[in-house]
């Protein structure tokens, strides 16, 4: 490659009381009555106040809390018009992917005045429309949604999951707090944080990687190598979840800008036919999806090592061996969140039917992250990668 | 001037293209199987810059493509930022999945669909690129179902239109 791109212009607010700083990033971005988007759950553990008791001070326009876990165009459309019927000017979003997905996705429609997003689909391709002041409170540390140009919305009339791919979509503000993550169950913080080890990999080894998103992915990793297991374990431990959630926004940024491949692109399709939750699929997937691609990424994977193992592993480890180790330090890290939280290492485990994974293949190849995969994705490989997971 | 020869040889290759899918669509099994499974009725479009060349199709259930008018709208447009972007894809000096990483196009509609396109593409590509051409910009070279010589003698005889 000798051209690249690179943009990441979301202000991040992180860190401790970082929450109470939400009225006052809104009032800079000149709003005065935002809608919130948040999901049920996040409603009924208390979350969600959290966020309303930090907007005391201004009037709120409207929460939305209906948010189901695969977000879909219809609920995007719908929210849109409430924003506007409600008379909102400005979004924020308190959740996991599919809030945050959600959020861009209305953003999009209000931004370009338009009322169904499936007029809207592309990549690159929608120009700058009406600001729409837009701040993300993620409350799991793995999509790394706060920091992406990416959508990915459901499309139940084809069962696939779409993607959108526009700089309209990136947050103005993300606020990473810890307290926003800390009663996050282990087992999901587990899932979480194996899809933002999955990002920073794949953000490390695609065909758009540069060296300003590998700055991003190894710093990621190297978050994620030192505190996973501890925040699984200790889920109150703060300094954890902050370090989690910076991983995830790094994560994030870096494969905004360089994309992520074969992994995703299996994963976004399991997601759709199989509702493999996003996480567990790229915890399933991601050892078989490097070995795959370990033919074309040996150096960017022995690279890797340093990070995923530390230098001592690293230094010890033959030239020729590190790819290989690379991915057996992947294994290792899932095989004990599988021993602490019983997050599924198998499609077996995860009540994934074999019968269904031609469909699943077909959905793959159709995924926008096939292109940049650094080896050809064809519908037998995909075969063999689902096979390879499910435990054969 | 040497960006209206480079308008020029696009032209003319989206010309060859044109013909090669036409060509592939009756006699490479992969190409017919990827176009049948096109939404009927679907229309893209090629835009090679500003100002640039463009290859207008339709999906034709007799010959896997058909072209339409430049103007006309279409569910599917890949827009390349630059006539020097598109002429570099054009004559092989990059693939469609370099020109994608490096933001050399963008794409309005349904990227499900679009993929399926681009692997026709890249079926063109490896019968009307030399081999060794073709090794060096697609990631596997798909194997061929006739010569590349069959394929350009039957779009010579391919209607263009």
Same mark, same amino acid.
């Given at each position: 490659?000798?051209?690249? *791109? #690179?943009?990441?212009?979301?202000?991040l607010?992180?860190?401790?009381?970082?929450?109470?700083?939400l009225?006052? *990033?809104?009032?800079?971005?000149?709003?005065?009555h935002?809608?919130?988007l948040?999901?049920?759950?996040?409603e009924?553990?208390?979350?969600?106040?959290?966020?309303?008791?930090?907007?005391s001070e201004m009037?709120?326009?409207?929460?939305?809390? $209906?948010?189901?876990?695969?977000?879909?165009?219809?609920?995007v459309?719908?929210?849109a =018009?409430?924003?506007?019927?409600?008379?909102?000017?400005?979004?924020?979003?308190?959740?996991?992917?599919?809030?945050?997905?959600?959020a861009?996705?209305?953003?999009?429609?209000?931004?370009?005045?338009?009322?169904?997003?499936?007029?809207?689909?592309?990549?690159?391709?929608?120009?700058?429309?009406?600001p729409v002041?837009?701040?993300?409170?993620?409350?799991?540390?793995?999509?790394?949604?706060?920091?992406?140009a990416?959508?990915?919305i @459901?499309?139940?009339?084809?069962g696939?999951?779409?993607?959108?791919?526009?700089?309209?979509?990136?947050?103005?503000?993300?606020?990473?707090d810890?307290?926003?993550?800390?009663?996050?169950?282990?087992?999901?913080?587990?899932?979480?944080?194996?899809?933002?080890?999955?990002?920073?990999? *794949?953000?490390?080894?695609c065909?758009?990687?540069?060296?300003?998103?590998?700055?991003? !992915?190894?710093?990621?990793?190297?978050?994620?190598?030192?505190?996973?297991l501890?925040?699984?374990?200790?889920?109150?431990s703060?300094q954890a979840?902050?370090?989690?959630?910076? !991983?995830?926004?790094?994560?994030?940024?870096?494969?905004?800008?360089?994309?992520?491949g074969?992994?995703?692109?299996?994963?976004?399709?399991?997601?759709?036919?199989?509702?493999?939750?996003?996480?567990?699929?790229?915890?399933?997937?991601?050892?078989?999806?490097?070995?795959?691609?370990?033919? =074309?990424?040996?150096?960017?994977?022995?690279?890797?090592?340093?990070h995923l193992?530390?230098?001592?592993?690293y230094?010890?480890?033959p @030239?020729? =061996?590190?790819?290989?180790?690379?991915? *057996?330090?992947?294994?290792r890290?899932?095989? @004990?969140?599988?021993?602490?939280?019983g997050?599924?290492?198998?499609?077996?485990?995860?009540g994934?039917?074999?019968? =269904? #994974?031609?469909e699943?293949? @077909?959905a793959?190849?159709?995924?926008?992250?096939?292109?940049?995969n650094?080896r050809?994705?064809?519908? $037998?490989?995909?075969?063999?990668?689902?096979?390879?997971?499910?435990?054969n | &001037?040497?960006?209206?020869l480079?308008?020029?040889?696009?032209?003319?290759?989206?010309?060859?293209?044109?013909?090669g899918?036409?060509?592939?669509?009756?006699?490479?099994g992969?190409?017919?199987?990827? &176009?049948d499974?096109?939404?009927?009725?679907?229309t893209?479009?090629?835009?090679c810059?500003?100002?640039?060349?463009?290859?207008?199709?339709?999906?034709?259930?007799?010959?896997?493509?058909?072209?339409?008018?430049?103007?006309?709208r279409?569910?599917?447009? &890949?827009r390349?930022?630059?006539?020097?972007?598109?002429?570099?894809?054009?004559?092989?000096?990059?693939s469609?999945?370099e020109?994608?990483?490096?933001?050399?196009?963008?794409l309005?509609g349904?990227?499900?669909?679009? &993929?399926?396109?681009?692997?026709?593409? %890249?079926?063109?590509?490896?019968?009307?690129?030399?081999?060794?051409?073709?090794?060096?910009?697609?990631? %596997?070279?798909?194997?061929?179902e006739?010569s590349?010589?069959?394929?350009y003698?039957?779009?010579?005889?391919?209607?263009?239109?």
């Amino acid at each position: 490659m000798n051209y690249f *791109e #690179f943009t990441n212009p979301t202000k991040l607010c992180s860190g401790q009381g970082a929450l109470d700083n939400l009225a006052y *990033e809104l009032q800079i971005l000149g709003a005065s009555h935002p809608m919130v988007l948040s999901d049920a759950m996040l409603e009924k553990i208390g979350t969600l106040k959290g966020v309303t008791d930090a907007l005391s001070e201004m009037q709120i326009g409207r929460i939305f809390t $209906d948010i189901p876990r695969d977000s879909s165009i219809e609920t995007v459309n719908r929210i849109a =018009k409430e924003y506007r019927d409600f008379g909102c000017d400005a979004l924020v979003a308190l959740g996991g992917g599919s809030v945050l997905d959600t959020a861009k996705g209305v953003r999009l429609l209000i931004s370009q005045d338009v009322d169904d997003l499936l007029e809207l689909m592309g990549c690159e391709c929608v120009p700058k429309g009406k600001p729409v002041p837009f701040v993300a409170i993620p409350t799991t540390a793995g999509t790394g949604s706060e920091a992406t140009a990416v959508a990915v919305i @459901k499309n139940p009339g084809l069962g696939i999951k779409m993607e959108y791919i526009s700089q309209q979509l990136v947050p103005d503000t993300a606020i990473l707090d810890p307290r926003m993550t800390e009663t996050l169950p282990p087992r999901i913080t587990a899932s979480t944080g194996m899809d933002t080890l999955c990002h920073a990999i *794949e953000a490390f080894s695609c065909l758009q990687k540069n060296p300003v998103s590998d700055a991003y !992915a190894i710093a990621a990793i190297g978050l994620v190598r030192d505190n996973l297991l501890r925040a699984v374990r200790f889920g109150s431990s703060r300094q954890a979840r902050w370090a989690m959630a910076n !991983a995830s926004f790094l994560a994030g940024a870096a494969f905004s800008n360089s994309m992520v491949g074969v992994v995703h692109a299996i994963g976004h399709a399991l997601g759709g036919v199989c509702h493999v939750p996003h996480g567990d699929a790229m915890n399933i997937l991601l050892p078989a999806g490097m070995m795959f691609n370990c033919k =074309k990424c040996r150096d960017d994977y022995g690279e890797l090592l340093l990070h995923l193992a530390g230098p001592e592993l690293y230094r010890k480890t033959p @030239k020729q =061996k590190r790819a290989r180790a690379a991915i *057996e330090e992947v294994l290792r890290m899932r095989e @004990k969140l599988h021993r602490l939280t019983g997050l599924p290492v198998t499609l077996k485990e995860a009540g994934v039917d074999p019968a =269904k #994974f031609p469909e699943v293949a @077909k959905a793959a190849l159709n995924d926008g992250a096939v292109i940049v995969n650094p080896r050809q994705v064809t519908y $037998d490989a995909v075969i063999r990668i689902l096979e390879v997971s499910y435990g054969n | &001037m040497k960006r209206e020869l480079q308008t020029q040889v696009n032209a003319l290759i989206l010309q060859v293209l044109f013909r090669g899918f036409r060509v592939l669509y009756k006699h490479d099994g992969r190409v017919r199987k990827e &176009m049948d499974a096109w939404k009927d009725g679907l229309t893209l479009k090629l835009v090679c810059g500003p100002g640039g060349a463009v290859l207008a199709l339709r999906k034709s259930e007799r010959t896997g493509v058909a072209k339409l008018h430049r103007a006309q709208r279409t569910a599917i447009t &890949m827009r390349f930022k630059s006539v020097e972007g598109a002429f570099r894809v054009l004559t092989g000096q990059m693939s469609i999945s370099e020109a994608y990483a490096a933001h050399f196009f963008t794409l309005e509609g349904d990227i499900y669909q679009t &993929m399926s396109f681009v692997r026709c593409v %890249e079926y063109a590509e490896a019968y009307l690129f030399p081999r060794f051409w073709s090794n060096r910009i697609l990631k %596997e070279v798909p194997e061929k179902e006739l010569s590349a010589l069959q394929v350009y003698a039957l779009a010579l005889l391919e209607n263009g239109r």
